[in-house]
């Protein structure tokens, strides 16, 4: 069955830039969104279309797909940024998500 | 603004079914899918399936077939979920959210409802 594999963490000092990837077959070939998760909070998507930030989500996230992994890339990273991110992508008429990543802000 | 809102916290036993209800404003509810997500404490995101508003036509993931019914009352913008069989690792927030897409295969949920705990518990 199909997977999207996400590293279980990762850390970042503030201003730097913080890479969450998440990898799948041929993940490219799909379109993948990202959704972000503060502790207590319902997700919220940050990213959808591989690449595109919905309204009111801030320009520091971007967001790029091909080959197999998909990446969510957070620039000049804020401690409000801390929180778990999710990939999320349809195979088939089917739903998959990553098991997310905690980004810590240190 | 969107909203989606969702019924209180549930207790039940084992072998019970839980009804969570979710409550769309804010838009046409009969425009967009609605799904249905669920993550067990401290666990990542488990999508469960979606209903089509507009014509009740539903699709499940296999892990709950047979066990989850989505419905749906246009009347009042309301979108059910019901679990049956119910098990103590069937424990979890469930949410439901609205699916946005602009093509066949460009979809994302936004926005979620803001969860519902349901604890099977004896």
């Known amino acids: 069955s199909y997977e999207l594999t996400q590293p279980p963490s990762v850390s970042v000092s503030p201003g730097q830039t913080a890479s969450i990837t998440c990898s799948g077959d041929?993940?490219?070939?799909?379109?993948a969104c990202w959704y972000q998760q503060k502790p207590g909070q319902s997700p919220v998507v940050v990213i959808y279309?591989?690449?595109k930030r919905p309204s009111g989500i801030p320009e520091r996230f971007s967001g790029s797909n091909s080959g197999n992994t998909a990446t969510l890339t957070i620039s000049g990273t804020q401690a409000m940024d801390e929180a778990d991110y999710y990939c999320q992508a349809w195979v088939g008429s089917t739903v998959m998500f990553g098991g997310g990543t905690k980004l810590s802000v240190l | 603004q969107v909203q989606l809102v969702q019924s209180g916290a549930e207790v039940k036993k084992p072998g019970a079914s839980v009804k969570v209800s979710c409550k769309a404003s804010g838009y046409i509810f009969t425009d967009y899918y609605m799904h249905w997500v669920r993550q067990a404490p401290g666990q990542g995101l488990e999508w469960m399936g979606w209903i089509n508003p507009n014509s009740g036509g539903t699709n499940y993931a296999q892990k709950f077939q047979g066990r989850v019914t989505m419905t749906r009352d246009t009347s009042i913008s309301t979108a059910y979920m019901e679990l049956s069989r119910l098990r103590s690792d069937d424990t979890a927030i469930y949410y439901c959210?609205?699916?946005?897409?602009?093509?066949?295969?460009?979809?994302?949920?936004?926005?979620w409802g803001q969860g519902t705990l349901v604890t099977v518990s004896s």
């Open positions: 959210a609205r699916e946005l897409a602009v093509a066949g295969n460009i979809n994302w949920f936004d926005p």
């Open positions: 279309q591989d690449s």
């Open positions: 041929k993940l490219g070939d799909k379109y």
